[in-house]
């Protein structure tokens, strides 16, 4: 049977109620093979649809010339065009976010206000079955429990995934036999990102092993999918037997897990599920729950949760709440506020550039005591700002560089013993920079979430 990616398309969006034509669809193209096929099939399909193009500015004339493109495309297909130009770069420096993060941001936030100044119901995003298969692999090796290796969701609230049915081979295939022009992202070929390292290293090689591997991994995210569909329902029974709430304190009683169950298993689901809690964290906790460590807290972006006489106790944080944790050494990340850090562990052979942005700090590994400690600045803290000899007050500091008394009051410093290493976000300690005589390096990168 010879595979027709029109019917096919049609079918998907039928069977998985994604959209209907009475719709108006908002379609997000950026001139690649995998959006620019998706406004073909939209417009062969007779849906009303308007294509919202982001420039982000980052790839020079590239960027220049996939915007005509799409624009051009629009217009041959009569369907209304809108761009955005986004200043990329400045947004990155002003919040500390990655480019993938504050991208993602810039263009959501966008496409909301497109859905609401011109009526679109639905945003049709062009990912595919492959990216699913990606996600599972990036996923796998970060090590997200069940929840991260069922790919990506084919609909999110208003957001639908048409194309997830299909692989990037027959999407390609759709495209050159119908003509469909497109523009390939040079970056899709660096390796410096992990997806790439995926896309094109590993998955390569295992499609060597088993030339049907995108067919296989596929159902095989299907049945994980199922699987964490029966888990949600079963966290579901475990939190109505388990958990109460009093005076803005949710409690998870831990003698009300069943025995039988595994417990480190459903401590994670209940708190990843429901208050957004990462596995190193959770892990953490569990581990002092063992060891009926009374007192740690424990942070995820909202929430903090701790120990009391062999329970859970969540509760959202508070604005005068200290968020200090504890950072042990190999962690991967903690929380302070609305920001993540990120630890890496590098030699100094493999730092290329010593001169990094204010998001970013690289200290000498060497001189850390573990574990550090993650909290809110205090009255009386004192550093010695890079680049100066003596020391200096945090609060002098922040009053020289203008900062806001919102900004403060979200102003994070990490430590080793009493010594302030970073005043997180801005200014590394002098005494922790890198030197001729380092030889091992803790990279930290702060990132907005």
């Known amino acids: 049977?010879?595979?027709?990616?029109?019917?096919?398309?049609?079918?998907?969006?039928?069977?998985?109620?994604?959209?209907?034509?009475?719709?108006?669809?908002?379609?997000?193209?950026?001139g690649g093979v995998?959006?620019?096929?998706?406004?073909?099939?939209?417009?062969?399909?007779?849906?009303?649809?308007?294509?919202?193009?982001?420039?982000?500015?980052?790839?020079?004339?590239?960027?220049?010339?996939?915007?005509?493109?799409?624009?051009?495309?629009?217009?041959?297909?009569?369907?209304?065009?809108?761009?955005?130009?986004?200043?990329?770069?400045?947004?990155?420096?002003?919040?500390?976010?990655?480019?993938?993060?504050?991208?993602?941001?810039?263009?959501?936030?966008?496409?909301a206000e497109l859905c609401k100044e011109e009526g679109y119901t639905v945003v049709a995003v062009a990912h595919h079955a492959d990216d699913s298969i990606e996600t599972f692999f990036i996923n796998l090796l970060r090590g997200t429990g069940l929840r991260g290796l069922t790919g990506i969701s084919t609909q999110v609230g208003h957001i639908i995934r048409p194309l997830m049915f299909a692989s990037r081979h027959e999407i390609s295939d759709y495209a050159l036999s119908h003509h469909i022009p497109f523009r390939e992202?040079?970056?899709?070929?660096?390796?410096?990102?992990?997806?790439?390292?995926?896309?094109?290293?590993?998955?390569?090689?295992?499609?060597?092993?088993?030339?049907?591997?995108?067919?296989?991994?596929?159902?095989?995210?299907?049945?994980?999918?199922?699987?964490?569909?029966?888990i949600n329902h079963g966290i579901e029974r475990i939190m109505q037997e388990s958990v109460t709430r009093q005076d803005g304190i949710d409690t998870i009683h831990i003698d009300r897990i069943d025995p039988d169950f595994?417990?480190?298993?459903?401590?994670?689901?209940?708190?990843?599920?429901?208050?957004?809690?990462?596995?190193?964290v959770i892990d953490s906790l569990c581990h002092a729950l063992e060891h009926e460590a009374t007192g740690r807290r424990f942070y995820s972006r909202e929430h903090v949760a701790y120990i009391d006489r062999g329970n859970i106790l969540i509760t959202d944080i508070a604005d005068d709440d200290p968020c200090e944790v504890q950072v042990e050494h190999g962690a991967a990340r903690s929380y302070c506020g609305n920001s993540v850090l990120f630890y890496e562990h590098c030699d100094i052979d493999t730092i290329k550039n010593f001169g990094v942005p204010e998001h970013i700090a690289q200290v000498d590994a060497d001189l850390l005591q573990y574990p550090l400690t993650l909290r809110r600045w205090r009255e009386g803290d004192r550093f010695v700002p890079f680049g100066m000899e003596g020391s200096q007050k945090v609060s002098d500091y922040l009053i020289d560089h203008k900062i806001s008394m919102a900004e403060k009051q979200r102003q994070f410093v990490l430590l080793s013993g009493d010594e302030i290493v970073w005043l997180?976000?801005?200014?590394?300690?002098?005494?922790?920079?890198?030197?001729?005589?380092?030889?091992n390096v803790l990279r930290i990168t702060k990132e907005i979430v």
Request: proline share 2%.
């Open 1 to 30: 049977m010879v595979f027709n990616l029109e019917e096919s398309f049609q079918d998907y969006i039928r069977q998985n109620e994604l959209a209907t034509h009475d719709d108006k669809i908002l379609l997000t193209v950026s």
């Open 34 to 111: 995998d959006s620019m096929v998706m406004l073909s099939l939209f417009c062969r399909c007779g849906y009303r649809v308007g294509v919202a193009h982001c420039n982000f500015q980052l790839r020079g004339e590239e960027s220049e010339e996939d915007e005509v493109l799409v624009e051009q495309q629009a217009a041959l297909h009569h369907v209304p065009f809108y761009n955005r130009r986004f200043e990329t770069k400045a947004e990155m420096e002003r919040t500390g976010e990655s480019m993938e993060m504050a991208a993602r941001r810039l263009r959501y936030t966008w496409f």
């Open 185 to 230: 992202d040079s970056s899709n070929r660096s390796t410096k990102y992990l997806r790439n390292k995926i896309r094109l290293g590993l998955i390569p090689r295992i499609r060597e092993i088993n030339p049907k591997f995108t067919s296989l991994m596929t159902r095989n995210i299907g049945r994980l999918t199922d699987a964490q569909r029966f």
């Open 262 to 280: 595994p417990k480190e298993f459903v401590i994670y689901e209940l708190l990843n599920s429901m208050y957004g809690f990462k596995g190193d």
């Open 424 to 439: 997180v976000g801005r200014r590394i300690d002098d005494r922790y920079r890198l030197t001729k005589q380092t030889e």
